[in-house]
């Protein structure tokens, strides 16, 4: 099972919204509605931002939002604060009990 | 407080093996299936392997399949991965990571990661 594709960085300044795509094929992405995006700071565990496309966990700011077009799922974050710096992923169901992940996205806050 | 708390890494020589064993608590260990999810230094997560809440199946990436087992023993909340025939690119941190989704939902996004556990292959 080959990775997502993710770009590998994008930057903005605070209070600007940046997306983050992943790009998958139609046997993970474009299959299922079961994408997930983590965000993850040095040296620390991954935390889920994102699950099913769209859907937010209760702790997540609303900043942040999921959608997904064919084979391409993205992120977007809005009113980018200093502490939204961090390495991102996003993750797919794949089929056969499966996960990929894809090669994770560097956000840099100007 | 819903927690995983990883143990067992170290550094061993190519060829070798390791068990690594994951203690959760603060949830219902039993109706949950749990991945392994690894990052190796500098690189991004890389999924290894999943078992069912109730241990039934279990799933492996190609690149570890034939040569890491995962078991769980619910009546303990512990989960475990033994490695063998460990190679240099088995190098990682070792996350545990339990399903958001609900006993045999699967995909649903990975919730709750411990701390995790680094493993070194070298000679």
């Known amino acids: 099972q080959s990775a997502l594709t993710q770009p590998a960085s994008v930057s903005g300044s605070p209070g600007q919204s940046i997306t983050i795509s992943c790009t998958g094929t139609?046997?993970?992405?474009?299959?299922?509605?079961?994408v997930s995006w983590y965000q993850q700071h040095p040296g620390k565990a991954p935390k889920l931002m994102i699950y099913?496309?769209?859907k937010r966990p209760s702790e997540v700011s609303n900043r942040f939002s999921g959608s997904k077009s064919g084979n391409t799922a993205s992120l977007t974050i809005s009113g980018l604060q200093a502490e939204d710096e961090a390495d991102y992923y996003c993750c797919s169901y794949a089929g056969s009990t499966n996960l990929v992940f894809g090669g994770g996205t560097k956000l840099t806050v100007l | 407080q819903v927690q995983l708390v990883e143990s067992g890494g170290g550094v061993v020589q190519p060829g070798g093996s390791l068990r690594l064993s994951c203690a959760a608590s603060?949830?219902?260990?039993?109706?949950?299936?749990i991945h392994w999810v690894r990052q190796a230094p500098g690189k991004g997560l890389e999924w290894v392997a999943l078992i069912r809440f109730d241990g039934s199946n279990k799933y492996f990436a190609d690149s570890v399949k034939g040569r890491f087992t995962i078991s769980r023993d619910n009546s303990k909340n512990t989960l475990y991965l033994q490695m063998n025939s460990l190679r240099a690119e088995d190098t990682a941190v070792y996350y545990c990571a339990k399903e958001n989704g609900w006993e045999g939902d699967i995909g649903y996004g990975i919730n709750v990661w411990g701390q995790g556990t680094t493993v070194t292959v070298s000679s």
């Open positions: 099913e496309v769209n």
């Open positions: 139609s046997s993970d992405v474009g299959s299922y509605n079961l």
């Open positions: 603060g949830f219902t260990f039993s109706s949950y299936g």
